[in-house]
């Protein structure tokens, strides 16, 4: 409940968001010094001040987003400025480039919380924050059941509860909630979370999106009792809440004995139709009860009332009893409804078209749904009006799933249609199908996990979204890769052959190394690996067997053993058992030794084997080298990477000097964020290109190739000789503390574990045999509408959640800044 001082216009607030800003910033805002803005500050006034440096880089974007948020916040009683850092004055807020990516609420001339501006990304989210940190003592945040209860058990008999989720902080309907808890905090206790566990706890099924529960605590006197829950079945926005919270103020049934055409009540203020129970003398108990049970099941959509027919001077149908009166003015209309269920279902359809019809108006311009810190939801949000073409993929059901994969070579995508990493994926999968389209044999096919679980269980996937391969004769194949329209694509052409190929000839052989024999391939794999074992060799050969069969998909593998193989082992100076591992972009083919190697450690031979010498570092491969666990010798470069920095780097990986790190570049034009972990690195942007050591996984150093000295082999050479003597200082050491969330509601990758940790970790299945498949088609047939509403125990599965380049905000490791 809110306190005294949030009364009215509540106390004074001083919000400084300080950053950086571009000098052609916007121009609305009033312009004052530090000294000139600090002189304006009294207790009961608020301030939202924006701090910047004229010379300074900006940050374009976040200036735009709070240029929207003036008048909003002006309605709040928080009126804004911008403060220009001029030299002659100094404040802790005109400080280093860094602490200008803050922002600062204050009260009065108290600090009470800062945000990173990142967290500011919209205009949503900035009045969210500033009411949230406002707010703070009177929305109580809540993690658990058992903290909801405890709440609910202490209002008993005191005060109704507005118990809202929402799917992050900053959203759209975050901001709702709180311009609500603004309003009405004095009179309803509010209480948010963004735990989809504690949703599903309280009974809720569909928890896709952001929901508002009114708990009528108020009227409970005994403390054993559970307080009544209405929920909102609207879209969280401001006029829906207003809407939602005026009508739970209404009486809850009113008994009227007038005329319906003339019957005005605060429901037909609110856009809400009224619903009359008509009863006479004779049933009037009955009715009464009835009205009631309407009424509570209408709650928030609808006013009921009582119409009592004796007291009529109106005339009504003799055989209608039930009155339904949809606006103000409008003809009213006579019903014939004899159950309960069909009055509820007939106001709840009208009210569906209506906001139908609203929805369409509402398509030419909608808010933006953005998920903060959860590019993936808020893809899906930005992508929710595509019209996707699914009639290129096949919906599977629990019927027709045994009978389609049986029945062709098949690829199936197991999702969960309120998932948004299931969604998100849904698109490239379609963007496949168009690929695709007449050139495949192969049958594209979806399951919605949510609908058929049973199915998707028992085909043991117990984690979407999932891709499988289902081919005659073999056991399905799953997919583990990027989950991307490419990567998968890759996967499926490279599946087009059976791997290991058996290799019959001298010349197929040299064929295969060449890349002619399969050169409609070599885009998807630009290494072919090709074992040589004698024909007597059993145990090597077996191995080599096995392992393609692992990277099947992922690169071309083939095998010969024929009797003249030794021209092969002689022409390339192998000895038997080898790999010879062909390069086609290179043009190169080397061989490695295979004696006493077991399969695994030959798969990580190849798959080491696709990794480049010098790569640049992207989205999909920097988890792949960090696995190494060794030092990044990284070049920072703002746009393609300059051939004789490039050269002096290979020459010196080519005489074995870089083996204790990983020589890398990052190019800031295709990765912007590189400018960001320059300025964790340097207090100052340093000039391009520039060459930095990092040691993430042991100490955190990062040291820098002198800028004075220009990348040659031998300069940086004797570069490497200091750092491994210990003649070099670290610029900076990297923080080895946890990175946490400032709040639990912060904490965006529990939210999208959510699912996981309400269940027990589970170790992944071995793929089914074609005779599973065929023994599980007895127990497909069941109850539909009981699976249907079974909840789905799968856990989120990561969208590559290694991608450190997390919406281009935070670039971390190890708990460690990169």
Same mark, same amino acid.
């Given at each position: 409940?809110?306190?005294?001082?949030?009364?009215?216009?509540?106390?004074?607030?001083?919000?400084?968001?300080?950053?950086?800003?571009?000098?052609? $910033?916007?121009?609305?805002?009033?312009?004052?010094?530090?000294?000139?803005?600090?002189?304006?500050?009294?207790?009961?006034?608020?301030?939202?001040?924006?701090?910047?440096?004229?010379?300074?880089?900006?940050?374009?974007?976040?200036?735009?987003?709070?240029?929207?948020?003036?008048? =909003?916040?002006?309605?709040?009683?928080?009126?804004?400025?911008?403060?220009?850092?001029?030299?002659?004055?100094?404040?802790?807020?005109?400080?280093?480039?860094? #602490?200008?990516?803050?922002?600062?609420?204050?009260?009065?001339?108290?600090? &009470?919380?800062?945000?990173?501006?990142?967290?500011?990304?919209?205009?949503?989210?900035?009045?969210?924050?500033?009411?949230?940190?406002?707010?703070?003592?009177?929305?109580?945040? %809540?993690?658990? &059941?058992?903290?909801?209860?405890?709440?609910?058990?202490?209002?008993?008999?005191?005060?109704?509860?507005?118990?809202?989720?929402?799917? $992050?902080?900053?959203?759209?309907?975050?901001?709702?909630?709180?311009?609500?808890?603004?309003?009405?905090?004095?009179?309803?206790?509010?209480?948010?979370?963004?735990?989809?566990?504690?949703?599903?706890?309280?009974?809720?099924?569909?928890?896709?999106?952001?929901?508002?529960?009114?708990?009528?605590?108020?009227?409970?006197?005994?403390?054993?009792?559970?307080?009544?829950?209405?929920?909102?079945?609207?879209?969280?926005?401001?006029?829906?809440?207003?809407?939602?919270?005026?009508?739970?103020?209404?009486?809850?049934?009113?008994?009227? !004995?007038?005329?319906?055409?003339?019957?005005?009540?605060?429901?037909?203020?609110?856009?809400? =139709?009224?619903?009359?129970?008509?009863?006479?003398?004779? @049933?009037?108990?009955?009715?009464?009860?009835?009205?009631?049970?309407?009424?509570?099941?209408?709650?928030?959509?609808?006013?009921?009332?009582?119409?009592?027919?004796?007291?009529?001077?109106?005339?009504?149908?003799?055989?209608?009893?039930?009155?339904?009166?949809?606006?103000?003015?409008?003809?009213?209309?006579?019903?014939?409804?004899?159950?309960?269920?069909?009055?509820?279902?007939?106001?709840?359809?009208?009210?569906?078209?209506?906001?139908?019809?609203?929805?369409? #108006?509402?398509?030419?311009?909608?808010?933006?749904?953005?998920?903060?810190?959860?590019?993936?939801?808020?893809?899906?949000?930005?992508?929710?009006?595509?019209?996707?073409?699914?009639?290129?993929?096949?919906?599977?059901?629990?019927?027709?799933?045994? $009978?389609?994969?049986?029945?062709?070579?098949?690829?199936?995508?197991?999702?969960?249609?309120?998932?948004?990493?299931?969604?998100?994926? &849904?698109?490239?999968?379609? #963007?496949? !199908?168009?690929?695709?389209?007449?050139?495949?044999?192969?049958?594209?096919?979806?399951?919605?996990?949510?609908?058929?679980?049973?199915?998707?269980?028992?085909?043991?996937?117990?984690?979407?979204?999932?891709?499988?391969?289902? +081919?005659?004769?073999?056991?399905?194949?799953?997919?583990?890769?990027?989950?991307?329209?490419?990567?998968?694509?890759?996967?499926?052409?490279?599946?087009?052959?059976?791997?290991?190929?058996? %290799?019959?000839?001298?010349?197929? !052989?040299?064929?295969?190394?060449?890349?002619?024999?399969?050169?409609?391939?070599?885009?998807?794999?630009?290494?072919?690996?090709?074992?040589?074992?004698?024909?007597?060799?059993?145990?090597?050969?077996?191995?080599?067997?096995?392992?393609?069969?692992?990277?099947?998909?992922?690169?071309?593998?083939?095998?010969?053993?024929?009797?003249?193989?030794?021209?092969?082992?002689?022409?390339?100076?192998? @000895?038997?058992?080898?790999?010879?591992?062909?390069?086609?972009?290179?043009?190169?083919?080397?061989?490695?030794?295979?004696?006493?190697?077991?399969?695994?450690?030959?798969?990580? %031979?190849?798959?080491?084997?696709?990794?480049?010498?010098?790569?640049?570092? @992207?989205?999909?491969?920097?988890?792949?080298?960090?696995?190494?666990?060794?030092?990044?010798?990284?070049?920072?470069?703002?746009?393609?990477?300059?051939?004789?920095?490039?050269?002096?780097?290979? !020459?010196?990986?080519?005489?074995?000097?870089?083996?204790?790190? %990983?020589?890398?570049?990052?190019?800031?034009?295709?990765?912007?964020?590189?400018?960001?972990?320059?300025?964790?690195?340097?207090?100052?942007?340093?000039?391009?290109?520039? &060459?930095?050591?990092?040691?993430?996984?042991?100490?955190?150093?990062?040291?820098?190739?002198?800028?004075?000295?220009?990348?040659?082999?031998?300069?940086?050479?004797?570069?490497?000789?200091?750092?491994?003597?210990?003649?070099?200082?670290?610029?900076?050491?990297?923080?080895?503390?946890?990175?946490?969330?400032?709040?639990?509601?912060?904490?965006?990758?529990?939210?999208?574990?959510?699912?996981?940790?309400?269940? =027990?970790?589970?170790?992944?299945?071995?793929?089914?045999?074609?005779?599973?498949?065929?023994?599980?088609?007895?127990?497909?047939?069941?109850?539909?509408?009981?699976?249907?509403?079974?909840?789905?125990?799968?856990?989120?599965? #990561?969208?590559?959640?290694?991608?450190?380049? +997390?919406?281009?905000?935070?670039?971390?490791?190890?708990?460690?800044?990169?």
């Amino acid at each position: 409940m809110m306190s005294f001082s949030f009364k009215v216009l509540r106390i004074g607030i001083s919000f400084v968001v300080m950053c950086i800003v571009y000098k052609a $910033a916007v121009n609305s805002l009033p312009e004052l010094s530090p000294q000139q803005y600090f002189s304006t500050l009294q207790a009961g006034r608020a301030s939202l001040a924006y701090f910047y440096q004229a010379d300074s880089s900006s940050n374009s974007i976040f200036l735009e987003e709070l240029n929207k948020a003036v008048k =909003p916040l002006q309605d709040y009683g928080i009126s804004v400025a911008k403060v220009n850092c001029v030299k002659e004055e100094i404040s802790r807020y005109c400080g280093k480039e860094r #602490d200008l990516m803050k922002a600062y609420l204050f009260r009065g001339n108290i600090l &009470l919380r800062e945000f990173p501006t990142d967290t500011l990304f919209d205009v949503n989210a900035i009045i969210a924050h500033v009411l949230f940190a406002l707010l703070f003592n009177e929305v109580k945040y %809540i993690t658990t &059941l058992e903290d909801l209860q405890n709440i609910e058990n202490a209002l008993k008999g005191k005060a109704n509860i507005a118990f809202s989720y929402v799917r $992050a902080i900053g959203t759209p309907e975050h901001r709702a909630v709180m311009e609500a808890a603004f309003v009405y905090g004095n009179t309803y206790q509010f209480v948010l979370t963004t735990e989809i566990a504690l949703l599903e706890s309280i009974g809720l099924e569909d928890i896709e999106y952001a929901h508002l529960y009114f708990f009528h605590c108020k009227s409970v006197l005994d403390l054993t009792h559970q307080c009544r829950r209405t929920l909102m079945g609207q879209p969280l926005t401001t006029l829906n809440i207003h809407r939602f919270i005026k009508s739970m103020e209404a009486p809850l049934l009113t008994e009227v !004995a007038e005329d319906p055409q003339q019957v005005s009540t605060v429901h037909l203020q609110l856009g809400l =139709p009224l619903v009359f129970i008509v009863s006479q003398q004779g @049933t009037y108990e009955a009715d009464r009860r009835t009205a009631e049970w309407v009424a509570w099941r209408l709650l928030g959509k609808a006013g009921v009332l009582l119409l009592l027919r004796d007291s009529l001077e109106v005339d009504i149908p003799q055989q209608a009893n039930v009155v339904l009166k949809r606006e103000e003015g409008m003809p009213v209309e006579f019903l014939v409804l004899h159950d309960v269920d069909l009055v509820i279902s007939h106001v709840e359809n009208n009210m569906d078209i209506e906001e139908t019809g609203e929805d369409e #108006d509402d398509d030419v311009e909608g808010p933006d749904m953005g998920i903060q810190d959860d590019e993936v939801a808020e893809s899906v949000s930005r992508d929710r009006k595509r019209q996707l073409p699914l009639e290129l993929i096949l919906e599977l059901t629990e019927e027709t799933f045994n $009978a389609t994969v049986m029945a062709s070579d098949s690829i199936v995508l197991f999702y969960a249609g309120w998932q948004a990493v299931s969604m998100a994926f &849904l698109h490239s999968y379609t #963007d496949l !199908a168009v690929k695709l389209k007449g050139a495949s044999t192969m049958l594209l096919t979806r399951i919605n996990c949510a609908d058929w679980p049973d199915t998707c269980n028992k085909q043991n996937v117990t984690e979407f979204p999932v891709v499988k391969m289902y +081919k005659e004769g073999e056991n399905p194949v799953s997919y583990g890769g990027m989950l991307g329209t490419e990567e998968l694509l890759k996967f499926i052409q490279l599946n087009r052959i059976s791997c290991p190929v058996n %290799i019959t000839s001298i010349q197929e !052989a040299e064929e295969y190394l060449s890349g002619e024999l399969y050169k409609d391939l070599i885009i998807y794999s630009s290494v072919s690996a090709l074992g040589l074992f004698s024909p007597t060799t059993t145990t090597a050969k077996e191995r080599f067997t096995e392992a393609g069969k692992l990277l099947k998909g992922y690169v071309i593998t083939g095998i010969y053993s024929g009797e003249d193989v030794s021209i092969l082992s002689n022409k390339y100076t192998a @000895t038997l058992p080898a790999l010879l591992l062909a390069r086609h972009k290179e043009g190169k083919v080397e061989n490695i030794p295979l004696a006493n190697t077991h399969a695994q450690e030959m798969v990580q %031979i190849i798959t080491n084997a696709l990794l480049e010498t010098f790569p640049e570092i @992207t989205v999909e491969n920097l988890p792949t080298y960090l696995r190494f666990q060794k030092p990044l010798l990284i070049l920072f470069s703002d746009d393609s990477i300059n051939p004789l920095y490039q050269k002096a780097v290979l !020459a010196v990986v080519k005489e074995k000097h870089l083996d204790s790190v %990983i020589p890398c570049w990052l190019n800031l034009k295709n990765t912007p964020v590189g400018r960001r972990i320059l300025q964790a690195y340097f207090d100052v942007l340093p000039p391009l290109p520039l &060459l930095v050591v990092v040691n993430l996984h042991s100490g955190g150093q990062v040291f820098a190739f002198p800028s004075d000295q220009a990348i040659t082999e031998q300069n940086l050479l004797l570069w490497l000789k200091k750092l491994e003597a210990g003649l070099e200082h670290p610029i900076t050491i990297l923080p080895a503390q946890e990175w946490k969330p400032p709040l639990p509601a912060y904490n965006f990758l529990r939210m999208m574990d959510a699912a996981a940790s309400q269940h =027990p970790t589970r170790k992944d299945p071995e793929c089914m045999k074609e005779t599973d498949i065929q023994e599980n088609n007895e127990e497909q047939h069941e109850d539909k509408s009981a699976v249907r509403k079974e909840p789905v125990k799968m856990r989120i599965k #990561d969208w590559e959640r290694s991608n450190v380049f +997390k919406a281009e905000k935070s670039f971390r490791h190890d708990n460690k800044e990169l």
